[in-house]
């Protein structure tokens, strides 16, 4: 079976650095056809694609977000970590994280992890 | 960068009902499509990808259609569980994006 599970913490301040994992299991980050994605979505809105990492370790970020974001991975551990900096008011919603199949786009999602930045 | 435009916005249908959602792309994205049904609380789900191909387990009376710039998601017979909003995907080009969502409320 297939899993995705968000962590990470729930209420972060302005200017703060946030650090989310993604622990995966059911498939393997060194798989050729899978990646692992972000995606968020603030409260009421709609989604928002973030990043995706590939299993070569190359990633592809969303344009307005590339300077703060940052994707690595641990594959002993079956982690993808989301690194953002410079926190915003806005940056508050879910984050979720999806496994990427090529051809397939997003087939399995985690529950998601909801952020709040507030001072 | 490829920007998706759904239409309506919010659908009012009742039970039974043949309900249709568009989504237009601002740039060809050949068939790398996808749609997803979300629920309050919960996580997206994948209903159809590559623009027609229906995802395992997902109910035969949804289907997808289109290429190019203009698809759409077809709910054949309304039910119960159908009502929630809807987002298409495109996975054409980086960097990947979504619609603003439909949803598709009790009438």
């Known amino acids: 079976q297939v899993t995705l599970k968000e962590s990470g913490p729930v209420l972060v301040k302005p200017t703060d650095t946030l650090t989310l994992t993604c622990a995966i299991s059911?498939?393997?980050?060194?798989?050729?056809?899978?990646?692992v994605s972000w995606i968020r979505q603030p409260p009421g809105k709609a989604l928002e694609w973030l990043a995706h990492l590939f299993s070569n370790d190359r990633a592809s970020y969303s344009r307005p977000l590339r300077s703060r974001l940052s994707l690595s991975k641990d594959t002993s551990k079956s982690q993808v970590v989301l690194t953002m900096t410079n926190l915003d008011l806005v940056d508050t919603g879910t984050y979720y994280c999806a496994r990427g199949v090529v051809g397939r786009a997003f087939d399995v999602w985690g529950q998601g992890t909801m952020v709040t930045v507030s001072s | 960068d490829s920007q998706l435009t759904q239409s309506p916005s919010t659908l009012s249908a009742s039970v039974g009902d043949r309900v249709t959602i568009a989504c237009r792309a601002s740039?060809?994205?050949?068939?790398?499509l996808a749609w997803y049904q979300q629920k309050p609380g919960e996580a997206p789900r994948l209903l159809i990808y590559?623009?027609?191909t229906l995802e395992t387990g997902v109910p035969s009376r949804f289907s997808g259609s289109g290429s190019g710039t203009e698809f759409s998601l077809t709910i054949s017979s309304l039910q119960p569980d159908d009502f929630a909003t809807y987002y298409c995907?495109?996975?054409?080009?980086?960097?990947?994006?979504f619609g603003q969502g439909t949803k598709v409320e009790i009438k």
């Open positions: 995907q495109q996975y054409n080009t980086y960097p990947w994006s």
């Open positions: 590559q623009a027609s």
């Open positions: 059911g498939f393997s980050l060194s798989n050729e056809t899978m990646g």
């Open positions: 740039q060809n994205i050949n068939r790398w």
